[in-house]
């Protein structure tokens, strides 16, 4: 990557890819008051200016403004403010990726209906060049753990759909820092390898012991966080509501310390991901 500019608001990149392929990415936070939302638009126009080569150009950030009024929830914004980043977003040639997953990217976390907002500012937008390079493109807004804001995460291929795997095994490279963990290979091993034993099977045996000590040791509070995480989303993407706010509230509590005691065990065992 080559740094073509920076600032307080602002990243430029030049990606260079093998060969002389090369794309533009900009990482963006846009001005939040509205008399300064000028200043957004003119940084822009300027980072427009220096695309000389007209490269196939990557937008992503906070712009700190949405394009429809269904963008978001509590309080107001005014039509023109939604104008000017229509009309941004037209003159400088880039258009909405889209995305999967939750429309609201930030939210005030206020506990009380009547003033909890919540809003799509995190964009990605593109150049058709940019489009055109990565068809298969895919944009997910992701968790917004620990920050009111939700992570965006562009793919620049459609990852494929895993099939069966819903009882398999993966193994977890850090789990052999955790202590008892090779001891517990290494036994399953010898229980389970001889010379009526094939290597699979072998693997199998040990895999099993695996899956075991880590469900027995760890899975219970990992289980108990997913379930955890689920329900917080489940009442992040209620209306709104005293009582969805209140509820949202109490499960991010709850998130926050399931990942303290997940984060406590794993420093004991020193067990690092």
């Given at each position: 990557?080559?740094?073509?500019?920076?600032?307080?608001?602002?990243?430029?990149?030049?990606?260079?890819?093998?060969?002389?392929?090369?794309?533009?990415?900009?990482?963006?936070?846009?001005?939040?008051?509205?008399?300064?939302?000028?200043?957004?638009?003119?940084?822009?126009?300027?980072?427009?200016?220096?695309?000389?080569?007209?490269l196939p150009w990557l937008y992503v950030g906070d712009f700190n403004e949405i394009l429809f009024h269904h963008e978001k929830e509590g309080g107001s914004?005014?039509?023109?403010?939604?104008?000017?980043?229509?009309?941004?977003?037209?003159?400088?040639?880039?258009?909405?990726?889209?995305?999967?997953?939750?429309i609201f990217t930030w939210r005030n976390k206020q506990t009380i209906g009547n003033t909890h907002i919540r809003e799509r500012l995190d964009w990605a937008?593109?150049?058709?060049?940019?489009?055109?390079?990565?068809?298969?493109?895919?944009?997910?807004?992701?968790?917004?753990?620990?920050?009111?804001?939700?992570?965006?995460?562009?793919?620049?291929?459609?990852?494929?759909?895993?099939?069966?795997?819903?009882?398999?095994?993966?193994?977890?490279?850090?789990?052999?820092?955790?202590?008892?963990?090779?001891?517990?290979?290494?036994?399953?091993?010898?229980?389970?390898?001889?010379?009526?034993?094939?290597?699979?099977?072998?693997?199998?045996?040990?895999?099993?012991?695996?899956?075991?000590?880590?469900?027995?040791?760890?899975?219970?509070?990992?289980?108990?966080?997913?379930?955890?995480?689920?329900?917080?989303?489940?009442?992040?993407?209620?209306?709104?509501?005293?009582?969805?706010?209140?509820?949202?509230?109490?499960?991010?509590?709850?998130?926050?310390?399931?990942?303290?005691?997940?984060?406590?065990?794993?420093?004991?065992?020193?067990?690092?991901?």
């Open positions: 990557m080559v740094l073509r500019s920076k600032s307080k608001n602002h990243i430029d990149l030049e990606v260079l890819e093998t060969g002389s392929d090369k794309w533009r990415f900009t990482g963006i936070y846009g001005e939040p008051q509205s008399d300064l939302k000028y200043k957004t638009w003119e940084r822009m126009e300027w980072l427009k200016d220096q695309d000389n080569e007209q914004r005014s039509q023109s403010c939604l104008d000017l980043f229509k009309g941004a977003l037209e003159v400088y040639e880039l258009d909405d990726l889209g995305f999967s997953g939750d937008v593109a150049n058709a060049g940019w489009r055109m390079k990565f068809p298969l493109m895919h944009v997910k807004n992701g968790d917004p753990y620990h920050s009111d804001h939700r992570t965006v995460v562009v793919l620049t291929e459609t990852l494929p759909q895993r099939k069966g795997s819903g009882g398999g095994f993966n193994f977890e490279a850090s789990w052999i820092q955790a202590e008892g963990c090779p001891k517990v290979i290494e036994e399953a091993w010898e229980s389970s390898s001889g010379a009526d034993c094939s290597l699979r099977e072998s693997i199998r045996g040990m895999a099993a012991s695996l899956k075991d000590w880590s469900v027995n040791v760890l899975g219970d509070l990992e289980k108990r966080l997913k379930k955890a995480k689920k329900e917080l989303e489940k009442w992040r993407r209620e209306s709104i509501s005293d009582d969805s706010v209140r509820r949202e509230a109490v499960w991010s509590f709850k998130v926050d310390r399931l990942e303290e005691l997940v984060a406590i065990w794993r420093s004991q065992h020193n067990l690092f991901s």
